[in-house]
Nanobody
Framework: QVQLVESGGGLVQAGGSLRLSCAAS????????MGWFRQAPGKEREFVSA????????YYVDHVKDRFTISRDNAKNTVSLQMNSLKPEDTAVYYC????????????????WGQGTQVTVSS
């Protein structure tokens, strides 16, 4: 069992930056691939980024590449999402999730989810 708690969301102006963190409980954190998803108002939840168990492989949806960076610290049981050059369309609730499958954009493959953190980007 893994419990995930996101933090770091908030209100930022367009062009600004935020760093989201996800703290995981459990001794087996290092065996999970981790993902970040987001859900904007009135829209379905979408994949943002994923990272494999070691942090050596990362994946991004096209429209956040070169702006967002995912990383993890297995010693601290945390995964982070550094978000730069934020745009109003990045406004959403951001969720971290854990999977044993491996880094995947498929929501159904994730076993554990956090409750989300709100990111609001003003224009």
């Amino acid at each position: 069992q893994v419990q995930l708690v996101e933090s770091g969301g908030g209100l930022v102006q367009a062009g600004g930056s935020l760093r989201l963190s996800c703290a995981a409980s459990g001794r087996t954190f290092g065996s999970y691939a981790m993902g970040w998803f987001r859900q904007a108002p009135g829209k379905e939840r979408e994949f943002v980024s994923a990272i494999n168990w070691s942090g050596g492989k990362t994946y991004y949806v096209d429209h956040v590449k070169d702006r967002f960076t995912i990383s993890r610290d297995n010693a601290k049981n945390t995964v982070s999402l550094q978000m730069n050059s934020l745009k109003p369309e990045d406004t959403a609730v951001y969720y971290c999730a854990a999977t044993t499958v491996g880094p995947t954009p498929l929501e159904a493959e994730y076993d554990y989810w956090g409750q989300g953190t709100q990111v609001t980007v003003s224009s």
